[in-house]
């Protein structure tokens, strides 16, 4: 028996990375998982993004340990499409009773140099998907007095990051946005909580574009030359998170009895410990 026996959990974002190792461990906690992902390029984005193959394999991945999943293919800015897949949800098995809201981009630039659809697909993105995923499950939550939903911000959601002003201010504006919605349905057996990793090694930031940044004084930067100088700002001289360890935030959460909500939990190699 599950914690999570019967519970039907939508994660977006999971074709890989982050998202499939919180879509694994709910599936492996007894929950019904509806696996979503862009599976597809965004204009934007310089690292390669996951395919349709990434998200069938996130859901194969499940089935092997006798977990249950579906995916769909959903660009979390389609408010449509998103309204869509929840009211799908809630045909197929009656109710939504998780919201991991996990998809997010990320991008490198001065602030001078953000072209106007660099802003638009970042924020739309990690701030206007997770809105589009909220306001779509909400009403069956309500219904049901029950729902656990967890946002994936960052440590830069904390603080200023040079070079990240659209995904800083898409991440602040995340948690700003989850703690309003904890106190809209405080009281309805609802929570909404907030996950902050500081970096997680996962093709968003183990990329060439990624190295480049970190790295500008050499000419074609490969993963080792990039370890140490992410190591370098960690207090723990570590470069980076495994998304696993992200996910045991997430699975605190969603199985909290429920007195947990509008709180920010910082999985973050120490790297806040000097800031209020």
């Known amino acids: ?11 977006t974002g999971a074709a890989r990375g982050q998202g499939r190792a919180h879509a694994r461990a709910l599936a492996a906690d007894g929950a019904i998982v509806v696996a979503c992902d862009i599976a597809g390029p965004v ?31 959903v660009d979390v800015r389609d408010s449509a499409t998103v309204d869509a897949v929840v009211a799908d949800m809630v045909s197929a098995h009656g109710r939504i009773d998780i919201l991991v809201a996990n998809a997010g981009i990320c991008a490198f630039s001065p602030v ?30 309500k219904r049901e007095r029950y729902g656990r939903i967890v946002t994936i911000s960052s440590g830069a959601g904390r603080g200023g990051m040079a070079n990240l002003s659209h995904y800083v201010a898409s991440k602040w504006g995340l948690i700003g946005l989850t703690k309003t919605v904890a106190l809209e349905t405080a009281g309805l057996g609802i929570t909404a909580n907030v996950v902050c990793p500081s970096t997680v090694g996962t093709p968003m930031v ?38 696993e360890d992200v996910t045991r935030a997430v699975m605190y959460l969603v199985t909290d009895p ?18 209020i």
């Not at 984005?45 to 769909?72: F, H, N, Q, W």
């Not at 701030?127 to 069956?140: E, K, S, T």
């Open 112 to 141: 001078e140099e953000i072209s106007d659809a660099a802003w638009e697909e970042m924020l739309g993105t990690n701030l206007g998907g997770a809105f589009h995923c909220i306001r779509a499950v909400l009403p069956h939550m």
């Open 258 to 275: 429920g007195f947990t909500s509008g709180s920010v939990v910082e999985v973050n190699l120490a790297t806040s410990a000097s800031k």
């Open 43 to 73: 204009a934007t984005v310089r690292y390669p993004m996951p395919t349709p193959d990434d998200l069938d394999e996130t859901v194969s991945l499940i089935a092997s340990r006798g977990g249950k999943a579906t995916s769909r293919v």
């Open 206 to 243: 183990r990329n060439d574009a990624t190295y480049q940044v970190f790295c500008p004084d050499i000419e074609h930067p490969a993963e080792e030359d990039a370890m140490p100088r992410l190591a370098a700002l960690s207090p723990m001289g570590v470069p980076w998170l495994q998304p």
């Open 1 to 11: 028996m599950g914690q999570l026996d019967g519970r039907v959990a939508l994660v």
